[in-house]
């Protein structure tokens, strides 16, 4: 067991004295979720055992097992569980909008370079390959993008009804993916710099045109 699990391990123990069992069982299943995500986004799906997972968030294999029975309602859960802290982050960066449309697209191409990000990839190439994981990643992607979808609608404030601004906030959001992916194999900063303030000068001219 290396340095930071049995630093877990001690630390579970520690609040485990100290929390009711509801506020235990609450906190056992974040550092399992938080913990998925970790080794999916480090060792990809082969290497993300429940086992694994158990021991970098300091709980037992069974007490991994009593909150999520089978490794794919772990792992789907995690990805899903830090989507939604992500978004909740993102919508507190603009509690009032964003008039800087640069700001906004800077800040939702971050959500496709980091961790989270490489370990739904990870999910998705695995998914690619199980039937029986398919179908799970399938919905939850869908249900995550929507949401990302209506948070950039949001703080782009963007009028939907409006021809090509639906297909407009689509592409930033694909685009963003790419930037993503693009991260993965080299630092792309520069060069994502750059590709950041064309978009929000496109969305400008998209968004502030005139209505026919």
Same mark, same amino acid.
């Given at each position: 067991m290396d340095v930071v699990a049995r630093e877990a391990k001690r630390e579970a123990a520690r609040a485990s004295r100290?929390?009711?069992k509801q506020d235990r069982s609450r906190a056992t299943r974040r550092r399992l979720l938080e913990a998925a995500v970790a080794c999916l986004a480090e060792h990809g799906w082969a290497g993300s055992t429940v086992s694994v997972v158990a021991e970098r968030a300091g709980v037992s294999r069974g007490a991994a097992q009593h909150h999520f029975p089978?490794?794919?309602d772990l792992f789907t859960a995690a990805v899903e569980y830090v989507a939604e802290e992500r978004s909740t982050a993102l919508r507190a960066l603009f509690p009032e909008g964003a008039a800087d449309r640069r700001a906004v697209v800077a800040a939702l191409v971050?959500?496709?370079t980091g961790? &989270?990000?490489r370990a739904a990839l990870h999910l998705w190439v695995a998914a690619s390959n199980e039937e029986q994981l398919r179908p799970r990643?399938?919905?939850?992607?869908?249900?995550?993008?929507?949401?990302?979808?209506?948070?950039?609608v949001d703080l782009l404030d963007a009028d939907e009804s409006r021809p090509g601004v639906r297909e407009t906030v689509q592409g930033l959001l694909d685009m963003s993916r790419g930037l993503g992916l693009a991260n993965l194999l080299t630092d792309d900063g520069g060069r994502?710099?750059?590709?950041?303030?064309?978009?929000?000068? &496109? &969305?400008?001219e998209t968004l502030d045109r005139p209505a026919p």
């Open positions: 100290r929390e009711p089978t490794r794919e971050d959500l496709y961790p &989270l990000f990643v399938t919905e939850l992607e869908a249900r995550v993008g929507r949401e990302t979808h209506r948070i950039a994502r710099d750059r590709v950041v303030a064309q978009w929000a000068t &496109l &969305l400008d």
